[in-house]
């Protein structure tokens, strides 16, 4: 069965804190990616990776990077934590060439 | 740009009531279509999709249908259960570069008993 796990249910940080989410899929997938999710606002693609060590800025990238060393393992990084990064962050993961996306639970990150 | 508009919510429902989710989209080419569904709590699940025109998604009660002409993917139930309760996504592939997904703002159904 399909599994993407993110390392934490509930964040709470502080202003300015280096924040680091992880996620991790036992499929062997290829692709990964972060969204960040919001009311009223859906689901806002931040980065994604198509391969190990690759990376592609999504919709949103501006304040955050990511880091793929395996394969397996893709950790979204808010350098400088603020408050309006307060957020719903999900991961998900593909494999060409299917489309459909596989979420985790998600990270619930709120920065005071 | 691609781009997702779906009806906003939230839709409330008696249950065995039935169901319309409206969505319609913008999109170069040929895109797939998909739903997805969210649960209190959860992260998000396929819950159908179609990947042509004319194409019908189906699963566990819900279907959808790709009209390319009117560029619509609406999401129907015949009777919705207390369980449905969740928040359901419209999004689209289309094809290119990577296949990343673009995706609606979510429409909440909430089904009373």
């Known amino acids: 069965d399909v599994k993407v796990t993110q390392s934490s249910r509930y964040l709470v940080k502080r202003t300015g804190e280096k924040v680091f989410l992880e996620c991790v899929q036992d499929?062997?997938?290829?692709?990964m990616f972060w969204y960040r999710q919001d009311p009223g606002l859906g689901l806002r693609l931040i980065y994604f990776s198509y391969d190990v060590k690759m990376k592609e800025k999504g919709d949103i990238p501006e304040g955050y990077s990511v880091s793929r060393e395996k394969k397996e393992r893709f950790s979204l990084i808010l350098e400088s934590a603020s408050t309006n990064q307060t957020s719903m962050y999900l991961c998900?993961?593909?494999?060409?060439?299917?489309?459909?996306?596989?979420f985790g639970p998600g990270t619930r990150l709120t920065v005071t | 740009g691609n781009s997702v508009t779906q009806m906003e919510g939230p839709v409330t429902l008696s249950e065995e009531a039935f169901l319309t989710i409206n969505c319609t989209y913008t999109?170069?080419?040929?895109?797939?279509l998909f739903w997805y569904v969210q649960y209190p709590g959860e992260g998000l699940q396929l819950l159908l999709k179609?990947?042509?025109?004319?194409d019908k998604g189906s699963n566990k009660g819900f279907e959808a249908t790709y009209r390319k002409e009117t560029t619509s993917f609406h999401l129907e139930k015949g009777s919705v259960q207390v369980s449905d309760s969740a928040v359901y996504f419209c999004a689209l592939s289309d094809g290119s570069g990577y296949s990343t997904l673009t995706f609606g703002k979510g429409t909440m159904l909430l089904v009373s008993p």
């Open positions: 499929m062997d997938h290829e692709n």
């Open positions: 999109a170069t080419g040929y895109p797939s």
């Open positions: 998900a993961s593909s494999v060409p060439p299917h489309i459909e996306q596989y």
């Open positions: 179609a990947t042509k025109a004319d």
